[in-house]
């Protein structure tokens, strides 16, 4: 089946810092993906949809410039969480949309990131 | 504009017993709807879901839903549950040919008791 892996599975920086996740679809192409960000008992926010060689579109409150995401390959995106702040601590997960023709959508395993 | 309501933060049920999940979902155009289950600190992984054809659709584990649209619904279901269902289930609504953007219901703890 289908396989989108995240990496790192989790990190822990200092505020101020930034930190890049990355989200990989390993068996399939996917033009677009997704980031959600999800907090303690709590359900999934749309953060961003990502577009292979395009500009992602970001949903209405969060801060693009604070999120960046770059979606530089059929297979790859990356969100960067620049100068962190502990209110960014979270679990971040992104979605792989298959762009083969089933257009079924698949899930990463998440990032945890707690910023100190 | 799409949403999702998903009734009952929290479900128990002993084991063995009927497992019924609520969703009521808003959709200016006919929707997709999917159920997705969530283990701890994990992504999510798709139960099943809805785009077109039959009402009833199964999916893993023993699950299945059924669209309404005269009821705006996706009521999960399962008829006997195993202490290995207990987890987080989402509901999620998406506009047909679209970006496949998800929206998700505010989630549903399943507990099961021995």
Same mark, same amino acid.
């Given at each position: 089946?289908a396989?989108?892996?995240?990496?790192?599975?989790?990190?822990?920086?200092?505020?101020?810092?930034?930190?890049k996740i990355?989200?990989?679809? *390993?068996?399939?192409?996917?033009?677009t993906?997704f980031?959600y960000?999800?907090?303690?008992?709590?359900?999934l926010? *749309?953060?961003?949809t990502?577009?292979e060689?395009?500009?992602?579109?970001y949903?209405?409150?969060?801060?693009?410039?604070?999120? *960046?995401i770059?979606?530089a390959?059929?297979t790859?995106?990356?969100?960067t969480v620049?100068?962190?702040h502990?209110e960014?601590s979270?679990?971040y997960?992104c979605?792989?949309r298959?762009?083969s023709?089933?257009?079924e959508?698949?899930?990463g395993?998440g990032?945890r990131?707690?910023?100190? | 504009?799409q949403?999702?309501?998903?009734?009952?933060?929290h479900?128990s049920?002993?084991?063995?017993?009927?497992v019924?999940l609520?969703c009521?979902?808003?959709?200016?155009v006919?929707?997709?709807?999917f159920?997705y289950?969530q283990?701890?600190n994990?992504?999510?992984q798709l139960?099943?879901?809805y785009?077109?054809?039959a009402t009833l659709v199964?999916?893993?584990?023993?699950?299945?839903?059924?669209?309404?649209?005269s009821e705006?619904s996706f009521h999960?279901?399962k008829?006997s549950?195993?202490m290995?269902?207990?987890?987080?289930?989402?509901?999620?609504?998406s506009?047909?040919f679209?970006?496949?953007?998800?929206i998700?219901?505010?989630?549903?703890t399943?507990?099961?008791?021995?």
């Amino acid at each position: 089946g289908a396989v989108v892996s995240q990496h790192p599975s989790w990190v822990i920086c200092k505020s101020g810092t930034s930190v890049k996740i990355e989200c990989r679809s *390993l068996d399939f192409q996917a033009t677009t993906m997704f980031w959600y960000r999800q907090f303690p008992k709590q359900s999934l926010m *749309l953060m961003a949809t990502s577009n292979e060689g395009s500009k992602a579109t970001y949903e209405q409150g969060v801060e693009k410039d604070k999120f *960046l995401i770059n979606h530089a390959s059929l297979t790859l995106s990356t969100l960067t969480v620049t100068s962190a702040h502990p209110e960014d601590s979270s679990f971040y997960i992104c979605s792989a949309r298959d762009s083969s023709g089933s257009y079924e959508q698949y899930f990463g395993p998440g990032t945890r990131l707690t910023v100190t | 504009a799409q949403s999702v309501t998903q009734l009952g933060s929290h479900v128990s049920v002993s084991e063995g017993a009927l497992v019924l999940l609520r969703c009521n979902y808003s959709s200016s155009v006919p929707p997709y709807l999917f159920w997705y289950v969530q283990y701890p600190n994990q992504g999510l992984q798709l139960l099943l879901k809805y785009t077109t054809g039959a009402t009833l659709v199964k999916g893993i584990n023993g699950f299945e839903a059924e669209f309404k649209k005269s009821e705006t619904s996706f009521h999960l279901t399962k008829p006997s549950a195993h202490m290995s269902d207990a987890a987080e289930y989402f509901c999620a609504v998406s506009v047909p040919f679209n970006t496949g953007k998800l929206i998700f219901g505010q989630g549903t703890t399943l507990q099961v008791k021995p």
